[in-house]
């Protein structure tokens, strides 16, 4: 209970700030995976079973096996320490649910824009997003089958992001890898924040 001064009574820790972010990014990248693999709690998802009037639409690239598809939001909490839990939403990546990121990005923190390297097209539209919203980001490239299509220096010139965006290399099903993407974004954002 509060003791009357604002601050938590003798022996009670204050509640951990929140904080939101978001988990971007193209078509069958990881996204649902990501805050799945970090997740403190069981991850809220909207998959819905991909059908035959998607074919030719959603394309989850040459050999995936993806047989659903987010069609609003996941969400996720993971806490990092005593004084900071973040809120994780996971938006839909087909540019039909576009509609959708603005009511999510409200209030959001930063961004983990997830890239699947050998389908750089696909990130495009979730880049120029969180630019011109001027929300920090961090990309984080998707390494499928633990490899890359390209070097993180060929990603970073394709995708046209300046040396202040961070670009990682990580495994979205390793929750190890996706804390430490996490952590750099939190990282960015403070540094832009305090600048």
Same mark, same amino acid.
């Given at each position: ?17 929140? %904080? ?5 990014? /193209?078509? @069958?990248?990881? !996204? #649902? $995976? &990501?805050?799945? +693999? ?15 009037? %998607? ?5 989850? /690239?040459? @050999?995936?096996? !993806? #047989? $659903? &598809?987010?069609? +609003? ?24 649910? @576009? ?97």
């Amino acid at each position: 209970m509060p003791d009357g001064t604002g601050t938590a009574a003798a022996g009670r820790r204050p509640a951990p700030i929140p %904080a939101k972010i978001l988990i971007a990014g /193209g078509f @069958g990248v990881g !996204k #649902t $995976t &990501t805050v799945g +693999a970090i997740s403190e709690i069981a991850p809220l998802t909207t998959e819905a079973a991909m059908t035959d009037a %998607a074919i030719g639409i959603d394309d989850p /690239g040459l @050999g995936s096996d !993806k #047989t $659903t &598809t987010t069609v +609003a939001m996941d969400f996720g909490c993971v806490t990092i320490d005593q004084s900071l839990k973040l809120y994780l939403f996971g938006t839909p990546g087909q540019s039909r649910f @576009g509609f959708m990121w603005d009511d999510l990005a409200r209030g959001a923190l930063g961004a983990l824009v997830v890239v699947d390297s050998a389908r750089l097209d696909d990130c495009y539209p979730a880049i120029d997003y969180f630019e011109r919203a001027k929300l920090p980001f961090v990309v984080g490239v998707n390494a499928f089958h633990g490899h890359l299509a390209h070097e993180l220096p060929e990603i970073r010139w394709a995708l046209a992001i300046g040396e202040d965006v961070p670009l990682v290399r990580f495994d979205a099903r390793d929750r190890l890898s996706v804390r430490d993407a996490l952590l750099l974004l939190l990282e960015n954002a403070l540094n832009r924040a305090t600048r």
